[in-house]
């Protein structure tokens, strides 16, 4: 699974803002508005300064730039500079895109937004929905369909976008009981916190083990954008380690 870059044309103009909520999408970054972006503040250089932000598409014109909401940090707007340059990621369910682009203008009335340079060109890495990739991740799994049993440390040793393979030497759960795994994931040398929600649809004693370990298969239920964003650019950036070697 090769990373593909693509150029853009930039001939068509989009519709408007309004216009894109009947459901139509660019042809070229499949942008919907209402979409979940996130961005990731560089240095003049281009090297990531490890500041990444969720934020939203509230409207694009094809060639010239893209709308966003202004970032935020609890209550309080990311001020950020014209010319600041960005890492910008769209995470899809099959497959996740990015490019290079900057700061156009910021603005605050009627409330606050930013206009994104138009991409000249995409990056692209195709991601099957049941990919997993390989990591030793420590955690802490609470079993939400018996109120009031306390969490259990565990490991999560595979991870996709869509769920996870986790190893215990206790009892988890049952099939079909509801789940919450907490957990610490690095991305861009940065660590976040997660809790990413699911339901136990496998279990397995490994006997073979010494001493025996329990094996459980979670698939994620829906979580908030920002867990999602940061769980997208864990896998993604795995990914791309994985091809190009990159640390």
Known sequence: MAETKVKISQDKVSESSSEKADGKEDSGLRLRVGDS????????????????YAVKVIGYHTGKSIIITTPTTGDKVVLLRVGQLVNVRLFGAKRLIGFRSSILRTLFVPYPYLHLSYPQELSSVELRRNQRIPVQAICAVKNDSHPGTDPIPAVIVDLSVSGALVESPKPLGALGNTIAIATRLSVARSERYLSLPGVIRSVQLMEKNTPPVHQYGIEFQTMSPDTSLVLHGFVYEQIVISYTGDD
Do not use: F, P, V
């Open 37 to 52: 972006l996130q961005i990731e503040l560089l240095t003049d250089i281009g090297q990531s300064q490890a500041q990444r």
